[in-house]
């Protein structure tokens, strides 16, 4: 398994305050991606990464913004968290764009 | 806009039972068809499919892909209760991303 960390695992936040997901990688994968997932929707891209500094949006990009300042961390973060962003979030990297991704543990936010 | 539909949503079946689960997709420039398995955790990889006619099988699971009808199957013989997941399909087409299915929600009982 490609060694991806996701922190944190859970997380309760209020409405209005800001959030960072971080995801960590080990594998030198050049793809990573987020996720959110909720009832019925399965897996739903937010954003992308296909390099250092390079990101394009996925689905459902609205309210949310990523970086990527190193090939082996990409962070999402939410500006101001809202209670339609309350819902597991997967990152996945892959060393080929269309093939097999990898898949973090998930973080479980709640936002009140 | 790109979708992909998998049916049924859910499915009961009893150990033995042989299934099939489906995956049908609307896709610009298709690229590839994936198959995950998700129990109560992250998804794990099955199958990759790009080509049309062409099995892929691994132990009681196997898919096969048809890029004329649009459409992929899953199918697990002789299920056992460990089989029961979710089954998540993926397409991936015209952008660096992939498009998921809701997913099946495949039961076993013994």
């Known amino acids: 398994d490609a060694g991806i960390t996701q922190s944190p695992r859970h997380k309760v936040t209020e409405t209005g305050t800001p959030v960072t997901l971080r995801c960590h990688q080990t594998e030198n994968h050049r793809y990573m991606y987020w996720y959110r997932q909720d009832p019925g929707h399965g897996l739903r891209l937010i954003h992308y990464s296909y390099g250092v500094k390079d990101t394009d949006k996925g689905e459902v990009s609205d309210g949310y913004s990523v970086s990527r300042s190193k090939t082996e961390d990409f962070l999402l973060t939410l500006e101001s968290a809202t209670s339609s962003q309350t819902s597991v979030y997967f990152c996945?990297?892959?060393?080929?764009?269309?093939?097999?991704?990898?898949f973090g543990p998930g973080t479980r936010l709640t936002v009140l | 806009e790109d979708k992909v539909v998998q049916s049924p949503l859910s499915l009961v079946v009893h150990e033995g039972d042989t299934v099939t689960l489906n995956c049908s997709y609307e896709?610009?420039?298709?690229?590839?068809l994936l198959w995950y398995k998700q129990e109560k955790k992250a998804p794990t990889f099955l199958f990759m499919l790009?080509?049309?006619?062409i099995e892929k099988k691994s132990g009681r699971l196997s898919s096969i892909l048809d890029k004329k009808e649009l459409f992929s199957i899953l199918n697990i013989t002789a299920t056992q209760t460990g089989d029961s997941a979710v089954y998540l399909c993926a397409v991936g087409g015209n952008n660096n991303d992939m498009r998921f299915g809701a997913g099946t929600r495949l039961t076993v009982k013994p």
């Open positions: 790009t080509s049309s006619g």
């Open positions: 996945a990297t892959g060393e080929w764009t269309y093939n097999e991704q990898f």
């Open positions: 896709v610009t420039n298709f690229r590839s």
